[in-house]
């Protein structure tokens, strides 16, 4: 089962190919999905998406560093002092 906002991605497909403009097609997510809406800012991103011509509704493979916890720095820096 898709989660909703894949699910709320595979719509927003489908609305881009209906030839729904952004406006249009974020006011039919917000109707049927209310508080479980992606953000404005989501809806955008992947509505240009669409629009471009991505057919893929999965993330981008991610190629940054995986986030360092600062509190072990903190702790390492006082047991070397």
Known sequence: MLSVQM???????FLVKLGKTFTE???????????ECLSHTHVFEWFKRFKEGRETTEDDPRVERPSTSKKRTKILKKQTQ
Do not use: D, P, S
């Open 7 to 13: 699910e709320q991605r595979v719509n927003l497909k």
């Open 25 to 35: 097609a974020y006011a039919i997510l917000k109707e049927v999905y209310g508080n």
